[in-house]
Nanobody, 121 residues
Framework: QVPLVESGGDSVQAGGSLRLSCAVVGQDKCTFDMTWYRQTPGKEREFVSRIDSDGNTRYAESVKGRFTVSQDTAKNTVYLQMNNLKPEDTAMYYC???????????????WGRGTQVTVSS
């Protein structure tokens, strides 16, 4: 079973909104710091947003004020609400989950398979 399941990617027009989801599956004894990245063909993967297990958030300058990251810790799921989308937001969006090491959770680092966001002008 794939530990990370992403969803929510779609094609929208500029100015539209999407909400991406990333669920950590089958890891009930662990908590995670969750990060969203995005990548376009021929470019390096870039940081988009992060939320840690305490709910602290961080954003890339290019998405501040437009994107909001949130989480449901009970479901080990993170959401990325994307508003006022621009064509330059077009990319494959990836979720990364880094588990916090505890007595019950060994080190782990998962990547999702990505979900495509396409914004047309």
């Amino acid at each position: 079973q794939v530990p990370l399941v992403e969803s929510g990617g779609d094609s929208v027009q500029a100015g539209g909104s999407l909400r991406l989801s990333c669920a950590v599956v089958g890891q009930d004894k662990c908590t995670f710091d969750m990060t969203w990245y995005r990548q376009t063909p021929g470019k390096e993967r870039e940081f988009v947003s992060r939320i840690d297990s305490d709910g602290n958030t961080r954003y890339a300058e290019s998405v501040k004020g437009r994107f909001t990251v949130s989480q449901d810790t009970a479901k080990n799921t993170v959401y990325l609400q994307m508003n006022n989308l621009k064509p330059e937001d077009t990319a494959m969006y990836y979720c990364n989950a880094v588990g916090l090491v505890t007595l019950f959770c060994s080190p782990r680092n998962y990547w999702g398979r990505g979900t495509q966001v396409t914004v047309s002008s």
